[in-house]
């Protein structure tokens, strides 16, 4: 486990981000195909999967560091700020990319007075393949986004060397929710946990596999937004209810910890799970509404014209 992909001098490029940006890619491929099927303006919606990515990257970013202020406040002043838009240092938060891109296509679908529905539906695969890459990014970082100590059979024991390329895990935590120095000695010269953990990043490779898979089906649909809430209720469900109910973040509401190599390594609830209830209710208000809709055919041909100059046809 080797969170470098490619190194030259000096200057790195992460496993994160290589596998991150395939998921990215590989949707925007499915998602372009799937508009030019559907008949919708696939050169705008490709100007949409360009800004997308963007104002994503600045969402996640953004609600990281505000989620996660205390890794930042005993920066000094202007270096913190070089800290917060230093993405290669690590650290973003999923829902903020989403709430970036969703932003950009409430400005597209606006501005060109076009279905939101129908080209959110088609960026489903590709959050789901990034989701995927994010988490196998994760892994090969080592020890990142490492789960809660648990005496359970799955319990999983990262070795030593992946421990060194993300320290942080043997240092005492005034947060009992997240201090795992108790299960720490030193191994060989180098201060490594010991106790397994749940596999928290394999956790959600699986969550993306799965979102990934039920995509297919729920595009099948002639219902425009019944992917895009399928996923938000579906995300939010398998992310709340299984990986982060086992992921060592801090909890928001300490309703319920049970960690040791005794126990099973579960904690209530944390700023993702209290996040979730209200998108899960959401969810299924959306989705009840939408399956009384009728079925939306494809668009008649129209021109709208591109943000990159000229017109653009669909049919």
Excluded at 89 to 100: A, D, E, K, N, W
Excluded at 164 to 179: E, I, L, Y
Excluded at 228 to 253: D, K, V
């Amino acid at each position: 486990m080797n969170p470098v992909f490619l190194q030259i001098g000096t200057f790195t490029i992460a496993w994160y981000g290589v596998l991150i940006t395939l998921g990215i890619v590989i949707g925007a491929w499915l998602g372009t195909r799937m508009a030019r099927q559907r008949g919708l303006n696939v050169n705008l919606f490709s100007d949409m999967i360009l800004w997308m990515i963007i104002w994503g990257l600045v969402g996640a970013r953004l609600v990281f560091v505000l989620t996660s202020w205390g890794q930042f406040a005993d920066t000094p002043f202007p270096r913190v700020l070089l800290d917060i838009i230093n993405l290669r240092s690590g650290g973003i938060s999923i829902h903020g990319g989403l709430i970036g891109g969703i932003l950009v296509l409430l400005y597209y679908t606006r501005r060109y007075k076009l279905n939101f529905y129908q080209y959110a539906d088609l960026c489903v695969p590709g959050v789901a393949l990034a989701i995927i890459g994010g988490r196998i990014g994760n892994i090969m970082n080592g020890t990142d986004t490492v789960g809660r100590v648990t005496g359970w059979p799955i319990g999983f024991r990262w070795p030593d060397s992946a421990q060194a390329f993300h320290g942080g895990m043997c240092v005492p935590n005034s947060n009992p929710d997240m201090d795992l120095s108790q299960y720490c000695q030193e191994i060989g010269g180098q201060l490594v946990m010991t106790a397994p953990v749940h596999f928290a990043q394999l956790y959600g490779v699986i969550i993306g596999v799965i979102l990934s898979v039920a995509s297919y089906f729920w595009l099948r649909s002639h219902k425009p937004g019944w992917a895009f809430w399928q996923f938000w209720l579906w995300y939010s469900i398998l992310r709340a209810g299984w990986e982060e109910t086992f992921r060592l973040n801090p909890l928001t509401f300490n309703s319920y910890l049970s960690q040791g190599l005794d126990k099973s390594g579960i904690g209530l609830f944390t700023d993702t799970q209290v996040i979730s209830i209200p998108l899960i209710i959401a969810s299924i208000i959306m989705l009840i509404r939408i399956r009384k809709q009728p079925d939306t055919p494809l668009p008649v041909e129209t021109r709208v014209e591109s943000p990159t100059g000229g017109q653009t046809q669909t049919r």
